[in-house]
């Protein structure tokens, strides 16, 4: 079968011919429908040697879904021709996280030589997919691939944010979402489905602000050096109960704290090499508390994925055949996508 290999650390990933995987013991096989294309990638393709707990090759690829097409003798739980979207942290399987289905915060994560499908472990940029048991997938009904594929990963890490923050976002508050990509824009569906704040966006591109309209923003602007002001005026005056910064870069958490109101609450998601200084006395606001959530947790990708069947969830996808990954590569590096790219074995 086709699979996008990585092979050697600091270089392109290649297509390659490898063997069909067999599932044995509690396997399943996946036939993939899409997979999703993940900052997170890039960061693994860029890897310096020895950056990462990873053992080459592996296939790429941690946001997949398709259908069931093999299972191993003592896999249960699925059958063959089920659609399913893959759980894609994948922990040690044994620690009290992993048993209550929060693989993404597994106790000996840092032991571990994988985080999870397409991260150390072979993943879905491929025809088929390999998963260790059906506990690692959750069904989709009819859902089409390239919707489902960006939900276990996209989605999920906005609605875990999201989930994380939900007790701050009552009536009369304001949540503001900072980057409105591949995340951001279904943080913001996610913030109209399951939370009463208005919801502010915040973007460098206007094709981004267009997205975070249609995805039910109240207000959306460009990043500009009034952007703080602007965005408390909105607020009634008080300032963000919630900010969700999915870009992470200095001048975003510089504006994060800037608009936070007093007992505010940052989620920071995106990895944009930007840092915080929390010292006392110092400028963060007062009651201000931070979190730094890590992708999600099975059962609330179940309910991602049931918000998404309800139409609550869309996601703004561009394909790509899975042969044209190194161009859809090279336009994420750029910026040049608009919400998630999703590559589709051809
Ligand atoms: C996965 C593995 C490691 C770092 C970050 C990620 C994210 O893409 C998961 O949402
Ligand atoms: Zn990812
Ligand atoms: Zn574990």
Known sequence: MRALRLTAWGEAPASAEVERPVPHGTEVLVRVEAAGLCRSDLHVIDGAPGALPYRLPFTLGHEVAGQVTALGPAADGVSAGDR?????????GSCARCAAGADNYCDRRNTLAWHGAGLGRDGGMAEYVLVPSAGQLVPIGDLPADQAAPLSDAGLTSYHAVAGLRHALGEDTTAVVIGVGGLGHLAVQALRATTASR????????DALALADRSGADFSTLMRPDTARVLRARSGGVGADAVFDFVGAPQTLELATGVLRSGG?????GSGGGSLTVSKPGVLPAGF??????????HEL???VALARSGALHVETER???SAAAEAIDRLRGGRVRGRTVLVPD
Do not use: H, I, N, Q
């Open 265 to 269: 609450e940052l989620a920071v998601v």
């Open 320 to 322: 790509f055949p899975l």
């Open 199 to 206: 919801v502010l966006a915040v973007d460098v591109r206007e």
């Open 302 to 304: 179940a309910a991602v």
């Open 84 to 92: 399913v979207v893959l759980y894609g942290p994948w922990g040690c």
């Open 289 to 298: 508390r931070l979190s730094l959530p890590f992708w999600g947790t099975r």
